[in-house]
């Protein structure tokens, strides 16, 4: 049985981290793990939260159905997924922190800028060939930070991609990164029956949270919605450099 308190916590952090991914499209496990990293250990906290972002990937890839750019998408997915066996070599064979910290304050950095930039630029066409390489460093980059769509929203952003656009292009490379990764976690067993008894308890949360933060993400204005992506980036890189400095 979970005690009262412990199911709170989890409903908040479920709901709050369901929000901001629906809204957004990322980031359940960088607002979700604020608190769950604190409940639980990690090898309970991280399958626990890659199964609730499933979860909400799913309800943003039907909830934006018919903005999903599936041709532009695949050729995300296919770089993504040339990625992830590298960044899997690289955990195992490097000081993966010294990366994940350079990149976190990256990420901090240049949304931190952005943010101030008065307008959101000029509407510039994507090439393939660039398009493949943003997949795999995000396939790269998500396997070494757990943020697979940091590079691939930062590359909408570079080029004044719309939000619907911008959904509609990162989404799916975001749900395909997350659902490999969960089928890895399931191949290893690392999914325990108290993971799925926890993920049971926080289904209505998660389902709140998800529709909410779709809702909000339909209802408001370009310029509002950089804002908040760019804010949300800042506060993932910026979790990224302050988690591993303990």
């Not at 793990?33 to 890659?50: D, K, S, T």
């Not at 929203?153 to 997350?178: E, S, Y």
Request: aromatic share 12%; proline share 4%; net charge positive.
């Amino acid at each position: 049985m979970v005690e009262p308190g412990s199911f709170v916590l989890l409903s908040v952090a479920v709901f709050f981290g369901a929000f901001v991914s629906g809204f957004s499209g990322f980031a359940f496990s960088a607002v979700a793990g604020a608190i769950l990293l604190h409940m639980f250990q990690p090898l309970e906290a991280v399958p626990l939260m890659m199964a609730c972002s499933v979860g909400v990937q799913l309800a943003n890839l039907w909830a934006l159905r018919r903005s999903i750019q599936w041709k532009a998408s695949l050729i995300l997915i296919f770089g993504g997924l040339l990625g992830v066996p590298m960044a899997l070599w690289l955990l195992h064979n490097t000081d993966a922190r010294t990366f994940q910290q350079l990149f976190g304050l990256t990420v901090a950095i240049y949304s931190g800028y952005m943010l101030f930039k008065p307008s959101l630029g000029c509407l510039q066409k994507m090439s393939q060939s660039r398009t493949a390489l943003i997949g795999f460093g995000g396939g790269l980059i998500g396997g070494l930070t757990a943020m697979p769509g940091a590079l691939p929203t930062i590359w909408c952003d570079m080029h004044g991609l719309p939000k619907n656009q911008q959904r509609g292009l990162v989404q799916p490379f975001i749900a395909a990164m997350q659902i490999f990764a969960l089928a890895m976690m399931v191949v290893r067993h690392d999914l325990s029956s108290k993971i799925l008894f926890e993920l049971g308890l926080s289904t209505p949360a998660l389902v709140a949270g998800s529709a909410i933060g779709i809702f909000a993400f339909r209802n408001v204005n370009e310029a509002t919605f950089r804002r908040v992506i760019l804010s949300i980036l800042f506060l993932s890189g910026a979790l990224l450099v302050v988690r591993f400095q303990f």
